[in-house]
């Protein structure tokens, strides 16, 4: 019984939904919280260098204002991820893993310590220092590591770059009202230009990173491909040095050798995936070995792949096969949290069925010189970030700005964050299918913040009013 | 399953007498993330580093080491190379969790009466009153 389409697409757009909604539950419910107005007074942020606004000042004053600082935020932006494709082209992977990691660090430590405190003062919860410092370095430390340096069990991994998302947008959500929205469409702008021209940083990156197979080091969210055949053993190191019948067994050890992050998964964890129903009658290694031969011998034209893991879908095992979507958004993490949201799609072409990610080792030394990348053995190479492939990929940047969207809508009125979520929910689908249509990197951000602004304005200056009026006349509740 | 019993015969003809985990014939995957996660002597290596990187007043990160090899954790006759590591972690976890919570819990219900003036200096709410302007 084949998988219709809906069934395997809709797993993964449910498996990147789903962490996006928990972050915009969790900072809706942090700003509800200890911040329901909005009254706090914003922390001096990089966002608000050129104008301060205050609440006395006229329409157009705000409004020049909040442009202002939304240019200069969004310079700045621009200028740290030229850096960013500097320090990567140059190949100082080392730099940029000690920014990366220093900047985690301070944002789980320093704001969720900040956020934690709050809560404390709130409740008058009677904790001590210590303990706290305690926890607190702890769960920044395994924060850290988790993300960028160790392999570490998946949700831990995919819950702490939602918790880092979650305090980098409540952190956001202190900025003044018009800046914040006016920020928030500079930030939908630069993502079109920065992905989709030829010379916009992110889209270099993105290059770049293709072109040597490697990870781009940043925060992305990585949605867990399902494994559905549990009856698969390890593959024995004997297997491992089998012959070239069983390619994606050697390519786990060429995985294994590595020694950091390998990313084993793709085969064995996406072929009963991937082939849908082949491998899911099939419970042993051979027979997904199988399976994956008559993927993989297939006319061998270019499997592009990339920085993304690129996900298999397929409705039937052998030949028909559909394009492979998978989405990189990614963000590049600053001090103060600068991020470039960039959606990606590396596709398989369709004859050639196979999953795959960067894990192809040697799918990729055969295929490869289609593609016309250059080949590398980069067995030194660390692989940053989750290095699970073969799963929609989401960057953090995303997460932070949907989140900051929704965050700034419910310090007005819960209505406009049920609004707002709708909005953004729908933008991202559409986001995901346009990425099936085109295939290519696409922005994640415009779409679903111009549709998440327009719900707002809509739901406070048209349907708040209509609602209350009603409701309070008794006429529709 | 056949697939075990090839596997068995592929190993003792002349596999190298380095033991892992799949040469005791053991069908399982050490983590608990499956297929996806690490195996063999990468998840030894995993292991071997929590374990003793938890020295460094980590707690947390031997609590992850027991998550993350719950199913070696489980099965008192897996990994004899994993299972030591894990199952150290878990009892420091055990003892520093103890005694941490013992020592939050002392400070939260003994209060002054117990601690004397200390207690306003040691409480967070206090702390973070007295910085303010910090905290926001």
């Known amino acids: 019984m084949e998988k219709g389409i809906l069934d395997v697409v809709g797993g993964e757009i449910v498996g990147i939904v789903t962490p996006v909604s928990i972050c915009m539950f969790l900072v809706v419910t942090l700003v509800h919280i200890l911040d329901p107005r909005g009254e706090d007074a914003p922390v001096s942020n990089i966002a608000m260098m050129v104008y301060n606004e205050q609440a006395s000042d006229s329409f157009s004053e705000k409004l020049g204002g909040a442009l202002l600082n939304a240019i200069v935020f969004v310079v700045i932006v621009t200028l740290v991820t030229f850096m960013l494709v500097a320090l990567f082209y140059y190949r100082c992977t080392r730099c940029l893993r000690v920014y990366m990691g220093i900047s985690a660090f301070t944002?789980?430590?320093?704001?969720?310590?900040?956020?934690?405190?709050?809560?404390?003062?709130?409740?008058?919860?009677?904790?001590?220092?210590?303990?706290?410092?305690?926890?607190?370095?702890?769960?920044?430390?395994?924060?850290?590591?988790?993300?960028?340096?160790?392999?570490?069990?998946?949700?831990?991994?995919?819950?702490?770059?939602?918790?880092?998302?979650?305090?980098?947008?409540?952190?956001?959500?202190?900025?003044?009202?018009?800046?914040?929205?006016?920020?928030?469409?500079?930030?939908?702008?630069?993502?079109?230009?920065?992905?989709?021209?030829?010379?916009?940083?992110?889209?270099?990156?993105?290059?770049?990173?293709?072109?040597?197979?490697?990870?781009?080091?940043?925060?992305?969210y990585e949605a867990r491909p399902t494994v559905s055949g549990r009856m698969q053993m390890p593959p024995s190191p004997a297997q491992m040095g089998s012959d070239a019948e069983r390619p994606r067994v050697r390519r786990w050890n060429r995985?294994?050798?590595?020694?950091?992050?390998?990313?084993?998964?793709?085969?064995?964890?996406?072929?009963?995936?991937?082939?849908?129903?082949?491998?899911?009658?099939?419970?042993?290694?051979?027979?997904?070995?199988?399976?994956?031969?008559?993927?993989?011998?297939?006319?061998?034209?270019?499997?592009?792949?990339?920085?993304?893991?690129?996900?298999?879908?397929?409705?039937?095992?052998?030949?028909?096969?559909?394009?492979?979507?998978?989405?990189?958004?990614?963000?590049?993490?600053?001090?103060?949290?600068?991020?470039?949201?960039?959606?990606?799609?590396?596709?398989?072409?369709?004859?050639?069925?196979?999953?795959?990610?960067?894990?192809?080792?040697?799918?990729d030394h055969r295929s490869r010189p289609m593609n016309g990348a250059t080949q590398h053995s980069e067995d030194g190479d660390e692989e940053t970030g989750i290095g699970l492939s073969g799963a929609i990929k989401l960057g953090l940047g995303d997460f932070v700005f949907y989140s900051v969207l929704v965050g700034?809508?419910?310090?007005?009125?819960?209505?406009?964050?049920?609004?707002?979520?709708?909005?953004?929910?729908?933008?991202?689908?559409?986001?995901?299918?346009?990425?099936?249509?085109?295939?290519?990197?696409?922005?994640?951000?415009?779409?679903?913040?111009?549709?998440?602004?327009?719900?707002?304005?809509?739901?406070?200056?048209?349907?708040?009013?209509?609602?209350?009026?009603?409701?309070?006349?008794?006429?529709?509740? | 399953m056949a697939e075990v019993e090839v596997n068995r015969r592929d190993m003792e003809a002349g596999e190298s007498p380095a033991l892992t985990s799949a040469a005791l014939g053991l069908h399982y995957w050490p983590t608990i993330d499956g297929p996806l996660?690490?195996?063999?002597?990468?998840?030894?290596?995993?292991?071997?580093?929590?374990y003793y990187v938890g020295f460094l007043c980590l707690p947390w990160l031997w609590f992850i080491n027991c998550l993350y090899f719950l199913p070696v954790l489980r099965n008192s006759r897996s990994d004899p190379l994993i299972r030591p590591y894990v199952v150290k972690s878990g009892i420091g976890f055990l003892v520093c969790g103890s005694?941490?919570?013992?020592?939050?819990?002392?400070?939260?219900?003994?209060?002054?009466?117990?601690?004397?003036?200390?207690?306003?200096?040691?409480?967070?709410?206090?702390?973070a009153n007295k910085y303010q302007q910090i905290f926001t």
């Open chain 1, 408 to 477: 700034r809508a419910a310090m007005y009125d819960l209505m406009t964050v049920y609004a707002c979520y709708l909005a953004i929910v729908a933008g991202l689908g559409a986001t995901l299918i346009l990425l099936a249509v085109w295939q290519r990197a696409l922005p994640a951000l415009p779409i679903s913040i111009s549709l998440g602004v327009i719900f707002y304005f809509l739901a406070r200056l048209v349907m708040d009013p209509f609602v209350l009026d009603m409701s309070t006349n008794l006429v529709f509740f």
């Open chain 1, 107 to 220: 944002v789980l430590a320093w704001m969720g310590g900040i956020v934690a405190v709050q809560i404390i003062k709130l409740y008058s919860i009677p904790i001590d220092v210590i303990t706290f410092l305690i926890c607190t370095i702890n769960f920044a430390s395994v924060g850290v590591a988790a993300v960028f340096f160790c392999r570490m069990p998946i949700m831990v991994t995919q819950g702490y770059l939602i918790v880092i998302g979650m305090l980098v947008a409540f952190w956001f959500t202190k900025l003044p009202e018009w800046t914040t929205w006016v920020l928030l469409l500079a930030m939908a702008a630069y993502d079109v230009v920065a992905v989709l021209t030829p010379r916009g940083p992110l889209n270099l990156l993105v290059e770049l990173a293709i072109e040597r197979d490697e990870d781009i080091p940043a925060l992305i």
């Open chain 2, 37 to 50: 996660g690490v195996y063999h002597e990468e998840a030894v290596n995993l292991a071997k580093s929590f």
């Open chain 1, 255 to 363: 995985r294994a050798s590595r020694s950091s992050n390998p990313s084993p998964d793709t085969e064995l964890g996406e072929s009963p995936m991937s082939s849908g129903n082949a491998s899911q009658r099939d419970s042993t290694l051979t027979a997904a070995v199988d399976d994956s031969q008559n993927l993989i011998t297939g006319p061998p034209t270019e499997p592009e792949v990339g920085i993304i893991g690129s996900r298999l879908i397929s409705s039937t095992g052998e030949g028909g096969a559909l394009h492979a979507v998978s989405i990189i958004l990614h963000e590049n993490s600053h001090m103060d949290d600068d991020t470039v949201p960039l959606v990606q799609q590396q596709t398989n072409s369709p004859s050639s069925p196979a999953t795959l990610g960067r894990s192809e080792a040697e799918f």
């Open chain 2, 99 to 127: 005694l941490l919570l013992s020592w939050a819990l002392t400070f939260a219900y003994g209060g002054e009466g117990l601690l004397g003036p200390s207690w306003k200096h040691l409480a967070v709410y206090d702390i």
